[in-house]
């Protein structure tokens, strides 16, 4: 044996350590994915959670006719000039609800926003401009707290208190109803309302765009039903949320007056937990219907489509890896980081337990590619000892062994299992060719994983060590729906509830 030989074999040996390592911690991770699967379908096949859906879907079926409560939308606008006259002509012609007021928080240094909301005003009457009295950008939460304040003034002239206040982004596509469903809940049963939140139908070649996706298709019809199911505590997704104005006051007299804390990067995530410290009713809706929204990719207007899917905001997210991984590194910074700092592992078994899913990212995401690492250099080496050093016994020292070798048969068997039902999820919103690139997409989701990974611990220890301030790090939106006045599509006749299945 040669030297080279030796030195290659040597160093495969604590290679095969390393892939041993990674295969159990993915195999721990797989087991708690498999656990969520596995009560979700629970659920469903045992029908349990068909009689609530079935039971709300009936209660907001009976609401439809209520009299129309006023609700306000909040929309915080940082550099939006090129996406917020789209949102608010194009949700103002297509939402069934009207009582409602946008009210949109923009910077006094942020000029071209301010013009395209003052546009906007001219053709929706129910749109507020709010101005921040400070030089933008602060931090997403500072700005709802000033619309906030703007909103509960407004109630004098407007005769009487908001029912509720939403949350939505400058790049929403809002569904017909979902104001009908939250004057049916907000108030009268529940505080606090989630509504599901997925992306646009992407191109099949906009692989980033994709990998969004597949992960809301499959969060927000299965992991947050199991979430509300065992744990009680739904976070706010930060869009298609709805807060009754009781809950609006309780926040805001729980943190010296203001609803949102503006030190945290994930502020949405954050109300959650003081949503439940406060006791108030929170849930997550998923209200099936006769049609969805969607954009036509020809003709870049929306358009209505018949299939029995959720009442769901739509939205673009980032197209590029590099806006990808920044948007993710800022939700691991408030999610992992911050959201351990401020609260711990409170609650229930359940909230604690999906604590761990939500904070799991920052090992997991390094820990694949560790995984893509370790496989290319078994690969090589194989393929040169193969060619090289044919006279040589090569065979391996770990991997050889019974358990190891069992170890790795039963993650193959759970990537397929996880394979599979991101597949499922994905077709379910959109159609079979997303599913089935929703595998390989996969890939491509864990590297911009791997890259928010590095970022947000690169970001959260140089602020610990350095003292250095979390700068909000705000992702670029997107909205190419122009709609037109003789393009637009009048909403079906009233909200079609279907069942259950």
């Not at 297509?94 to 007021?101: D, T, V």
């Not at 407007?158 to 569904?175: C, K």
């Not at 036509?296 to 939205?315: G, S």
């Not at 190419?480 to 279907?498: H, Q, T």
Request: hydrophobic content about 45%; overall charge neutral; proline content about 4%.
């Amino acid at each position: 044996m040669d030297a080279i030989t030796a030195v290659i074999l040597e160093y495969r040996f604590y290679i095969e350590i390393t892939a041993i390592v990674i295969a159990s911690i993915t195999a721990i991770s797989s087991v708690d994915d498999i656990f969520v699967d596995l009560y979700y379908w629970c659920l469903k096949l045992f029908g349990r959670q068909d009689k609530k859906d079935r039971a709300l879907a009936q209660s907001i079926s009976d609401a439809a006719d209520m009299p129309e409560r006023p609700f306000a939308i909040m929309v915080p606008a940082w550099h939006e000039h090129e996406v917020i006259y789209s949102m608010l002509t194009t949700n103002f012609r297509l939402l069934a609800y009207r009582n409602y007021h946008y009210f949109i928080g923009v910077y006094r240094n942020d000029t071209a926003t301010i013009a395209e909301v003052e546009r906007a005003k001219v053709e929706c009457p129910n749109v507020h401009m709010v101005v921040v009295p400070r030089d933008g950008p602060t931090s997403k939460a500072d700005c709802l707290n000033i619309i906030l304040a703007a909103i509960l003034d407004y109630e004098e002239e407007l005769g009487g208190p908001f029912a509720g206040i939403a949350l939505h982004d400058a790049e929403d596509f809002i569904h017909p109803h979902e104001m009908s469903v939250f004057n049916s809940l907000i108030g009268t049963q529940y505080d606090f309302v989630q509504l599901p939140v997925f992306s646009f139908n992407q191109s099949l070649r906009d692989v980033v765009g994709g990998i969004y996706m597949d992960e809301f298709a499959e969060v927000h019809t299965k992991d947050l039903l199991v979430r509300k199911h065992l744990s009680g505590l739904i976070p706010c997704a930060g869009v298609s949320a709805c807060f009754s104005r009781d809950a609006v006051v309780a926040l805001a007299e729980n943190n010296m007056g203001a609803m949102f804390q503006i030190t945290s990067f994930t502020e949405d995530y954050d109300i959650a937990f003081r949503l439940r410290a406060l006791g108030l009713r929170t849930t997550f809706v998923s209200c099936p219907v006769n049609y969805t929204i969607d954009m036509h990719r020809e003709t870049v207007t929306p358009v209505y489509v018949k299939r029995q899917l959720p009442i769901a905001t739509r939205e673009f997210f980032p197209s590029k890896i590099r806006a990808a991984y920044r948007q993710r590194a800022r939700w691991l910074i408030g999610i992992v980081f911050q959201g351990t700092s401020s609260h711990g592992w409170s609650g229930n078994w359940g909230t604690r337990y999906f604590l761990v899913r939500d904070r799991k990212g920052i090992f997991t995401g390094p820990t694949v590619i560790v995984g893509y690492f370790v496989m290319l250099n078994l690969i090589l080496i194989q393929m040169y000892l193969q060619t090289y050093a044919r006279g040589t016994d090569h065979a391996f020292v770990l991997l050889s062994q019974y358990y190891v070798m069992l170890l790795f048969f039963v993650n193959l068997i759970f990537l397929v299992w996880r394979i599979a039902h991101r597949m499922y999820f994905t077709a379910r919103i959109y159609d079979w060719r997303h599913g089935i690139v929703a595998a390989p997409r996969l890939i491509v989701a864990n590297f911009v994983n791997f890259f928010a990974a590095w970022r947000a611990t690169y970001i959260y220890l140089n602020h610990m060590i350095t003292g250095s301030p979390l700068i909000w790090d705000k992702t670029a939106h997107s909205y190419p729906i122009k709609l037109r006045k003789e393009a637009a599509v009048p909403a079906p006749d009233g909200m079609i509830l279907v069942p259950v299945r």
